[in-house]
């Protein structure tokens, strides 16, 4: 689920719609959780849908840690990439905004964290784009991914949550922020890249 302050808006051209702030999001915030709405599917399953449905799952859905493609039942689907994401995760099931996001600022994520099935080129435009999103970056950028969020995970009692109901595993994030554990790094999310089989009859397209 969504922060509440925020909503979908057309973009541009290029990028389409996507999410932004309507209020501050102060450093710190969860602005993304999964909860118990978001549809999951096996890979077994995705196999069997026919090719229209097997498109929604490529361009809406993510891969989580079990191999599983999570379909966010809200706007949450409509986040964009950006090599330089406002919002990122740890280990769990959510995500943080890294920075202030001010209102009319697009709430991002960095797509290589998501368990990609192929290689894409990156055209988000900044000082640390990386031009191609590659499955294994997950793992390639996780020390430096690590410590960007660190220190805004930190923060997370100091700033409202109208999210942390939903989140899941409180105990365990009481104690990593009463630093009896150490944050779990986001590699915890990572999954090894699988392509789906074409459906019986259907040429796999480029």
């Not at 950006?82 to 990122?88: A, L």
Request: hydrophobic share 35%; aromatic share 10%.
């Amino acid at each position: 689920m969504l922060h509440p302050h925020t909503e979908l808006r057309f973009i541009n051209e290029q990028i389409g719609y996507g999410i932004v702030a309507t209020h501050l999001i102060p450093r710190g915030t969860v602005t993304w959780v999964r909860d118990d709405f978001d549809q999951t599917f096996s890979l077994a399953q995705v196999e069997r849908m026919a090719p229209l449905y097997r498109d929604i799952v490529a361009k809406y859905c993510f891969v989580d840690s079990r191999g599983d493609f999570v379909l966010c039942w809200d706007l949450a689907r409509y986040i964009n990439h950006s090599c330089d994401s406002s919002c990122r995760s740890a280990g769990y099931d959510f995500e943080l905004a890294v920075r202030d996001i001010h209102p009319g600022e697009e709430l991002t994520d960095d797509y290589g964290s998501l368990n990609l099935e192929y290689d894409f080129r990156c055209a988000c435009a900044t000082a640390a784009c990386r031009k191609t999103i590659h499955p294994d970056d997950l793992l390639t950028y996780a020390e430096q991914w690590d410590q960007i969020v660190a220190e805004p995970f930190r923060l997370m009692p100091t700033v409202a949550q109208p999210l942390w109901p939903l989140v899941k595993d409180k105990e365990i994030l009481e104690a990593v922020l009463a630093c009896r554990m150490p944050i779990a790094s986001c590699r915890e999310n990572y999954y090894p890249l699988r392509t789906l089989q074409p459906a019986q009859g259907e040429e796999r397209r480029c």
